[in-house]
């Protein structure tokens, strides 16, 4: 192993930043100006790499996925809106680039910024960053360094901020879940819902997965199962005295996590136990949820929303730290598998089109941009 | 003033529980041994009143109101179940005592009791208790002592556990409020609404008050600004523009409270600022609350339940003892005005009459029986 001395660590640094700086990087970019559906508002954009100064740094983006959400914020229809700003000086409109989540690795670092080091993997510090370009520059408060580490894949780290944080943190925040406590979620097969049966499995929490009957309902079981749940039920199912019989005797479940809505969220409900907490993340049946007051008054259920971007702009870096840690940890020792997933080629127009697909079925899996 | 020392107090107190024990006083009660209708189950019962053990006192009861929550409980739709006991030795069938709320004097204790003394007045320590009737005999632990005063009624005494209580926590226990904070609430020229604005007023809250529209609007929004009321809106105008502007003029309210359900209760929720808490304790309409994903994911408001019986069955005397001694402070003080009333004539039939009436409108007020 080679040790640097700090002045010689200074020096490489500034060759690099010199190489860097002055090799007139060219950013590619899918930006949008203004909203609508996303084939017809995005392009394709290239321009020079914002110069590094002394409070920045230098990153090279290496795989964004394209998440639902992002979809959703092109079409201006999520509340979270992007920056628009000028991308460089030769622009004379306002752009913001599209995606929200993405590893990139340090190339430069300006002399100021300390924490921070070429060759590190970073994240977005925060939601609305743009990750869909090639290479960025900004204030290092805008990067998350993660963990050193050879044994997770640049997948799994472009695709840890959202989904598998979220099932984190609604596994952790709104109850406290001892070993052997049941959480019942819907959308099972759902990439949260995969991370919440994961980590519930290497937290030793119980898990009842409710997911949509289907033909191949023993295939998805079979494989919810491999990944931890500890039972796997139709929604068909959710509403029969059999299954009220069978949650009874395994456990009523403290937590409940849905992402679905309408009738069979409220049959969901009913299987809580006194006091239990119910976290709404998602509308996939775009229908409300209808509350009877016995279960609020009398079962004393209490009902919160969890948005992910609003935690990680509500908390500081340390507390998502403590949380990414301990997620690359799980991965490194293989209790959080790589999420299936589709390369998408950085090119405009299949981007174009991945972007304007959304929300692909479980089989084919998440879009990811590799660059 | 005449100050007794601890023999004559001794002596004192032998001589009233002599006077009582053997007095062989008979108790009138309205019991049921099973769930029905109110008029057709509820039967007049008299029997001895129990006899004093040293662990005991009896009381006498003063005035008891006839609650929704009576009704519902002696019809068997009620999720708190009175306890079907043998009332004296003499009976051979177990009867449940109606009513759960009232205010009593004691006129006996056991010479092993401490804590309580001849002449105290009481409420029921829990909910649950039957209270349509003269006398009792029972543990000291069924009681707790209300603090002295002669200028609170016995109506407001007998009123105040359920009512105010509830009103109180829920003001107290889902989010902080600051003076000038705004709570919206609907039904609210219910017992518990007007409890709601008179100690919302009384601690510098402010309040907007949901009432259904009616020909008599103005003399009703009179009267609740009269209590104390800051704003006073009708449903029918919960879901304007107009109203939406008006209120993020005023202040969103940090705090909703719902007795109602059904749609205006989701329109009302849509008012609350983001991070709001919305309380249901009641549900007029029997329909259920409606919640739309965004108002949980993205402007992360919280529903919760309010049950007063669950509060009081989890909490200990003293806890209680801080909140019944600011609210009788504050009725003391002309900050809580007795509610509207009507007598119930202490008779099998006129009472019955009024179970089986239940839920009186708002102008005649709240049935009470006095004894």
Known sequence: MVFFNTKSTIILNRIIRAYTTTSNITVDALVYSNYGKPSEVLKWHSYPLPALTPETVQVKFLASPINPADVNQVQGAYPLKPPFQLLNEKDDIKYAVGGNEGVAQVIATGDKVKGIKVGDQVIMAKAGYGTWRTYATGPASDFQVLPM????????????????????????????????????????????????????????????????????????????????????????ELGSFETKSLIKEWGQPKLGLNCVGGKSATEMARHLSANGQYVTY?????????????????????????????????????????????????????????????????????????????????????QVILF
Chains 1, 2 share one sequence.
């Open 149 to 236: 580490t050879d044994s997770v894949s640049n997948i799994q780290l472009a695709t840890l901020s959202v989904n598998p944080c979220t099932a984190y943190r609604m596994l952790k925040d709104f109850v406290k879940l001892n070993k052997g406590d049941y959480v019942i979620q819907n959308g099972a097969n759902s990439a949260v819902g995969q991370s919440v049966i994961q980590l519930a499995k290497a937290w030793g929490i119980k898990t009842i997965n409710v997911v949509r009957n289907r033909p191949d309902i023993d295939a998805l079981r079979n494989e919810l199962e491999q990944l931890g749940a500890t039972h796997v039920i139709t929604d068909d």
């Open 282 to 366: 998602g509308a996939m049946a775009r229908a409300p949820l209808s509350l009877p007051a016995s279960l609020l008054i009398f079962k004393n259920i209490s009902f919160h929303g969890f948005w992910m971007s609003r935690w990680t702009d509500t908390h500081n870096m340390e507390e998502r730290k403590i949380m990414i840690d301990e997620l690359i940890d799980l991965m490194k020792r293989g209790h959080f598998v790589e999420p299936k997933w589709t390369q998408v080629e950085w090119k405009e127009e299949p981007v174009k089109a991945a972007v304007d697909q959304g929300i692909q079925g479980y089989g084919s899996g998440k």
